[in-house]
């Protein structure tokens, strides 16, 4: 059956649900490969009656949801009927994967009092936008899992909730900016000997033209809701 992953911080008990809209290639052929499968429509009903039958055991639902499409950098507004759908059943924080690039946190009302909706939180490590370098022009023809920086954008999303008689309280949300370091051009310009390094860096171990250009995309993408620190 589909169950939350319960998490108990002090007091208080978090429901911990996740889901998917889609897997590429499918959940693969191991007889111990589990997979939670959940499609657009009439199949969120589903997730949702699970949500409303643990909300009144749990303090706080969190809801990791992997949907959108490759490179969208706004929800739709079937993202956001959606999340409204969720938050009404029981959920508090909705935390969005899918589209490889960051869309914005929104604070919004539950029947508890706040809610907080990340619509996405793009890549966390990867090598996409490996031809990227600042200040270079790269032709849009060129697909966009290669070419925009926007998919080596990333933060530590932190959110806080009070939660107290039964009424939930969204504190201020605070982010960490990173950037996937590709060493693709190294690679290129070593005559394509070794191997391309990938790590992950906080934004304020870049440099200083890199790091301003970045946390001004990585600000607009999220929006006014979070406090971003390099």
Known sequence: PFEPVWIRRGEQEVAFFCATDRINQGPGREASTEVAWLERGERDEVLLEHVREVRPRADLVVLSIHWSFDFWNRPRDWQRRRARAFIDAGVDLILGTGPHVLQPVERVDSPRGDAVIAFSLGNLISNQGQRYRLGRHIARSVHPAIRLPDTRDAVLLRTTFRVQNGRVRALPIEADALWTENGFWAWVNNRR????????????????????????????????EVQVRP
């Not at 992950?200 to 929006?223: C, F, H, S, V, Y």
Request: charge should be positive; avoid cysteine.
């Open 193 to 224: 000997r070794g191997t391309v390094e990938i790590q992950l860096k906080r934004l304020q171990d870049l440099t200083p033209p890199l790091m301003e250009n970045r946390l001004a995309a990585i600000r607009r993408a999220l929006g006014p």
